[in-house]
Nanobody, 115 residues
Framework: VQLQASGGGLVQPGGSLRLSCAASGLNLDYYSIGWFRQAPGKEREWVSCRVGSDGSTFYADSVKGRFAISRDTAENTVYLQMSSLKPEDTGVYYC?????????WGQGTQVTVSS
């Protein structure tokens, strides 16, 4: 199982970014996948997830209404569309999946929200 995260960058407050997480070695139709982030000096926190079995999506209160998780079946990729970004959204974003009680992580992509 490999996860390749990309799409981070520098954006001004109020701006948007779309993160991608391309999966190989498994079909995302059958697994739940999540996004996490880690701000400097803070612990990694959960941001959002998409349930593989029924497509349900869930969000942390801090991003609800601003972020949207989606999947492209053909590309076997999950996206995190981030809008109305705030400085407190700054951090390294990771995608992650649990397979047979083993958690796999993508390599992380840096998001910086600053004017």
């Amino acid at each position: 199982v490999q996860l390749q995260a990309s799409g981070g960058g520098l954006v001004q407050p109020g701006g948007s970014l779309r993160l991608s997480c391309a999966a190989s070695g498994l079909n995302l139709d059958y697994y739940s996948i999540g996004w996490f982030r880690q701000a400097p000096g803070k612990e990694r926190e959960w941001v959002s997830c998409r349930v593989g079995s029924d497509g349900s999506t869930f969000y942390a209160d801090s991003v609800k209404g601003r972020f949207a998780i989606s999947r492209d079946t053909a590309e076997n990729t999950v996206y995190l569309q981030m809008s109305s970004l705030k400085p407190e959204d700054t951090g390294v974003y990771y995608c992650s999946i649990m397979v047979r009680n083993v958690r796999y992580w993508g390599q992380g992509t840096q998001v910086t929200v600053s004017s």
